[in-house]
């Protein structure tokens, strides 16, 4: 069964045990599925799947952040539930190891001369952590990295 056929299904089955959380968020990401095939002109791959799912854990996630600055934790509580829930639709995350195992590669393929080349190896260690670390972390950990 595939990401998209998954999603279908764990849809259906909040939508006869009730799960109203489940089924709102499955449904609010199926509908950000659909506008970004509609906007590809093409049905998603399994990676673009991941992307459209990560950027909706991004948006919960800043979402409750906001709300938590307004004083709202019920409705910042609500937003990280929903961000658990869209966070069991991505591959695992990578361990701090390995994102630093990965910057290290990055940095002896790259070898930049100073922090003006922290652009270069952001664009080596990107395309292979995305999906599976955060990108403000990785950005952090390469700074740390490069001094």
Known sequence: MNLKDKI????KDALKTG????LWTLRL????MRYQEIENKKELSVEEIYQ???REV???????????????EE????????????????PPQLSDEEIEKIIKQAINEVKPMGPG??????SVVMPKVKGRADGKKV?????????
């Not at 279908?8 to 849809?11: A, I, K, Q, R, T």
């Not at 799960?19 to 489940?22: L, Q, T």
């Not at 990401?29 to 950000?32: D, G, K, P």
């Open 75 to 90: 409705l910042a509580e609500k937003e990280e539930k929903e961000a658990a829930i869209l966070e069991t639709y991505l």
């Open 29 to 32: 990401l199926v509908s950000a």
């Open 52 to 54: 459209v799912v990560s």
């Open 8 to 11: 279908s299904v764990d849809m």
């Open 19 to 22: 799960d109203k959380i489940r």
């Open 58 to 72: 991004k948006k919960r996630r800043e979402a409750a952040s906001e709300y938590r600055k307004g004083n709202r």
């Open 139 to 147: 950005n952090e950990a390469v700074k740390a990295m490069m001094g």
């Open 117 to 122: 080349d922290m652009g270069k190896v952001m």
